[in-house]
């Protein structure tokens, strides 16, 4: 296990973007998916909640899942009432709002990708007896490769940078919820600028490359068929 503040900031960090991205993944597929299908007139309603992280404050979102997840929230209330432990400034609490937060980096370019991939390869399929989870699995994710590329890579990417949604959900404790932007802004405040450098370097220098390789991998993997 790490021993110095910054290994366990680092490990905590990669840790928690890792799980979000896996998670986001898992439950951004088949909502995007179905955003790309549905003719339903209220998606725009879904998109719209799906998109509001991209513009609400940070701090306002954390603080109201802050509100949901603590031992008085709908949550956090109701796993009191079952003997187990609210799930504010815990590092489940920081998973659920990492989730929230990176939705719209997941969904949003999964659904482009399905969209760009058409009706004909899917119609195709069909003739050929394919069930609907046949043509998903089959068809449409294989030409959504690029979709996916861009979706993971983001979503892990930004949960690296988060400050504001864990912070409210987590508070600052080392080892626990310590993420290393908040362990920057620490650095900062105690005007250790020489380990706050290293570490804000690193990041810089790892989100760049994460960002380069997507970019590189889109284009050798065009979305859909050409």
């Known amino acids: 296990m790490p021993t110095s503040p910054e290994l366990a900031a680092v490990w905590l960090t990669l840790k928690l973007a890792a ?8 439950l951004g597929g088949p909502l995007a998916w179905w955003l790309s ?15 509001l992280p991209l513009v609400l404050p940070p701090t306002v979102l ?3 899942l802050l509100l949901m997840l603590g031992p008085n929230g709908a949550i956090g209330g109701t796993l009191e009432a079952l003997g187990l432990r609210h799930l504010a400034f815990s590092f489940t609490g920081l998973v659920i709002g990492s989730v929230f937060y990176s939705l719209p980096f997941a969904v949003q370019p999964l659904q482009s990708a399905f969209q760009a991939i058409g009706n004909r390869p899917l119609e195709a399929a069909a003739t050929m007896r394919a069930g609907p989870v046949d043509r998903f699995f089959t068809v449409a994710l294989p030409l959504a490769r690029r979709g996916i590329i861009t ?3 983001l979503s892990f990417a930004h949960t690296l940078g988060e400050f504001g949604v864990v912070l409210m959900i987590g508070g600052n404790i080392p080892g626990k919820t310590q993420t290393l932007s908040i362990l920057i802004y620490d650095q900062t405040e105690a005007m250790q600028f020489g380990s706050a450098h290293m570490l804000s370097a690193s990041l810089l220098g790892f989100s760049f490359l994460l960002l380069l390789g997507v970019y590189a991998m889109n284009r050798r993997f065009p979305v859909g068929l050409k």
Do not use: N, Q
């Open 19 to 26: 799980l979000s991205m896996a998670i986001l993944m898992v």
């Open 37 to 51: 299908r549905t003719s339903w007139r209220g998606k725009v309603v879904v998109e719209a909640l799906i998109a």
């Open 62 to 64: 954390g603080f109201y």
């Open 151 to 153: 979706a993971a890579s």
